[in-house]
């Protein structure tokens, strides 16, 4: 099977083509070549931005069993991959985002037929919606088959930031400093290694179940954020963190930018039903747990503090807001 991944060198794109390999697929990836990432051994690399036109169209007449677009974020890159791969091409997989969903979810657990509709995400899960919907109009036509994955949390190289950078948060976590965790840290999430969403979607490429349908793939292990800040800082060898809970909504007061990652999507406890792709792959399951998924990417957080910078004034931001949350919370107890 011919394989062309748009992409390919991103958090969850490269556990894909690792299974792809495995799996034996003829797998040849397009990007620019600048992220100072290897392709796995075995994957074919061609050079290119998305943005010219001439080359783009000529890796698309070069047909191709399946195209995985992972770097489509807007109407016009979804209208260039048209020009290039309709007509020459037997599957078309477009990389959506489990942001999609309504949020708050109206109904647990969600399912690929749930409401979508995401208005705090206007530039990110409003855009792929509108991506989704035009993808599989052409489908229904006939002019090019697709296929909708919606990935929810996955990390390779990273650890699960919320509205604060990641290695912001390792960082902090390594100096002992006390973490901003939203809400009561109680609500549940869905954390996915790489390496297992890559087993499960190698399998929909070619998958004549996979035509014209909307599959994401998710652990099945849900965590609270509290949890989930403790194995991070277990993973890192750093203390027991301190964890200052402070509500989404007051969070967005004091940077609106916020509302984004938490009233987008951390905010809430969502619960995915997988059963759909898992019937349309003949069964699978997550292998790693949360202490495994989060030790498989210390090393590469690690290795990235040796030069981290942090952002002062967001460090200076975050102190202030712990200091006053716990400066109210202590006059609340003592009135």
Known sequence: MKVLYIGGTGEVSYG?????????????????????????????????????????????????????????????????????????????????????YQRPPVKQPVTESSPRGNP?????????????????????????????????HTIRTRMPGTFVNDDEVSARLVQGKPIICHGDGASLWALTRCEDFGRVFAK????????????????????????????????????????????SDTLIRYDAKWAGSLQADKTWTIIYDNSKVKSAVGGWECRYDLQETLAMSAPHVRERLTTFSPDVP????????ISEQERLG????KA
């Open 120 to 152: 705090h995400s206007p530039e990110y899960a409003q855009r792929k919606i509108a991506i989704e919907d035009r993808l599989m109009e052409l489908h229904r036509s006939g002019k090019m088959p697709v296929t909708v994955v919606r990935p929810s």
């Open 314 to 321: 967001l460090g200076k931001l975050l102190d202030r807001i």
């Open 204 to 247: 929909l490429l070619g998958n004549p179940k996979a035509m014209g349908e909307a599959f994401h793939i998710t652990t099945d292990r849900l965590y609270p954020w509290d949890a989930i800040y403790r194995a991070w800082a277990a993973v890192l060898g750093a203390p027991e963190p301190r964890l200052v809970h402070v509500a």
């Open 16 to 100: 894909c083509i690792e299974a792809g390999l495995a799996a034996g697929q003829e797998i040849s990836v397009y990007n620019r070549g600048t992220s100072g990432v290897a392709l796995p051994r075995g994957a074919q690399h061609i050079a290119g931005d998305v943005t010219d036109e001439s080359v783009y169209q000529a890796v698309g007449k070069r047909k191709w069993d399946v195209v995985c677009q992972f770097r489509s974020f807007d109407m016009q890159q979804c209208e260039r991959d048209i020009r290039a791969f309709a007509g020459n091409v037997g599957q078309f997989v477009f990389i959506s985002t489990a942001m999609v």
């Open 330 to 333: 202590n006059s609340a107890a």
